[in-house]
C-alpha cells in the first residue's frame, strides 16, 4: 500500500491509500474516496474532467501525445498539469505523491 495526498478544490488534503498492484489511475482513486473527479471519458484522455496539478517532486511517465492533446485545449493548465486518468498507480516510488484537483 501506499499513500497519495489529492488536495481538493477547497484546498482540503486527502490521504488516500491505495494497492499498487490493482491497475488503478489517479483518476479512479479519487472516485473511489468519492472527491469530485468525473472522469467522464472512462480514462481514455478525451475529455480532462481529471485534470490535475502534481505538487510533488515525483518522477512520473512522460505524457502521451492524446495527453498533451487533451491539456491544450483544457482550461487552467499549468506546467504541472496532468491527466489523473493517465497516472498509473503501479509503482512503490509513487509513494507520497501529492496532487491538487484542477478547477472544473
Not at 33 to 43: K, Q, R, S
Request: glycine content about 6%; aromatic content about 4%; proline content about 7%.
Amino acid at each position: 500500500m501506499i499513500t497519495i495526498t489529492v488536495i481538493d478544490r477547497e484546498n482540503v488534503p486527502h490521504a488516500l491509500e491505495t494497492p499498487i498492484d490493482m491497475g488503478l489511475n489517479l483518476m479512479e482513486l479519487c472516485k473511489s474516496y468519492d472527491l469530485p473527479v468525473l472522469g467522464t471519458c472512462g480514462g481514455m484522455a478525451l475529455c480532462a474532467s481529471c485534470h490535475v496539478y502534481v505538487h510533488s517532486a515525483h518522477t512520473l511517465h512522460p505524457p502521451t501525445d492524446d495527453e498533451l492533446n487533451m491539456l491544450d485545449s483544457a482550461f487552467f493548465v499549468q506546467e504541472n498539469s496532468r491527466l489523473g486518468c493517465q497516472i498509473k498507480i503501479n509503482n512503490p516510488d509513487l509513494d507520497g505523491l501529492e496532487v491538487e484537483l484542477a478547477p472544473e
